[in-house]
């Protein structure tokens, strides 16, 4: 028992750089004492001791701010950084040295009993206020960004974002490159034209560039088939767009904030 605390213990240090020593973290972190008092209510829980195990639940939730099911299986080195509002759900199955923040939910999708709360494998990360529902599996390594939802499997070093959760990792498809492509001959490259800003200004923004992309190509069609007919009208000059006009929407886009605290 005292080695897992030790470990515990370290773990703080290893993912906090405000830990300065071995007391204040006993003392004061939160997280902690709600993963010392889960591992008590999970010991309860599995020696049918379940009325204690959920009393020591409760004080732990009224105590830290962190509700954990006594039911839930938790790994090793396990951090819960602030904690406040984390609640674990019965089912959830925790790996080894992963670190959740504020606000996190690990919840389900029905009342139906039996596995209805997600599985995270080693070395996971969930950022501040991301819901991560269902009896899904997060793989090794994945990190989950501040405010996300996610209700679908996460492929094993992923990174997740948005509202629903996307993986934004991956290999630009087609119309990812076209959409950029475009961006870039208007002179704007767009804030919010990637998968990790998904709020409505960014969907009409897509939507907008991929508009963009379809008519300039037909008409690009359409004035070469005429020069091969012989017929001018496509010899005018499209006026370019100066970057200087775009000056102040770039100085208004907001950054994203990819701390997860």
Known sequence: MFTTVREDIRSVFQRDPAARNSLEVLLTYPGLH???????????????LK???????????????????????????????????????????????????HGVTLGGTS?????????????????????????????????????SVVTREVP???????????????????????????????GFDAYG??????????????SLLDHLHAVDTRLERVCTSLREQGIRGCDEEIPSLREEDFAAVRGAAPKADDSSQ
């Open 34 to 48: 709600a993963l010392l008092l889960h591992r008590l209510a999970h010991k309860c829980w599995h020696h049918r």
């Open 51 to 101: 009325l204690l195990a959920r009393l020591i639940s409760a004080f732990s939730r009224w105590a830290t701010g962190i509700e954990i099911h006594p039911g839930a299986q938790i790994g090793r080195r396990f951090f819960i950084d602030h904690g406040m509002g984390v609640v674990i759900g019965e089912t959830a199955e925790i790996g080894d040295d992963v670190t959740l923040y």
């Open 111 to 147: 009342w139906n009993k039996g596995k209805r709360h997600p599985t995270l494998a080693d070395g996971v990360v969930v950022g501040a206020g991301a819901k991560v529902l269902g009896p899904i599996r997060v793989g090794h390594n994945a990190r989950i960004g501040s405010n």
């Open 156 to 186: 094993d070093g992923s990174t997740v974002v948005g509202i629903p959760g996307r993986v934004i990792n991956k290999a630009p498809d087609d119309s990812e490159r076209a959409r950029a492509a475009m961006a870039r001959k208007i």
């Open 193 to 206: 034209v990637t998968d990790d800003m998904p709020d409505p200004v960014a969907q009409a923004i897509r």
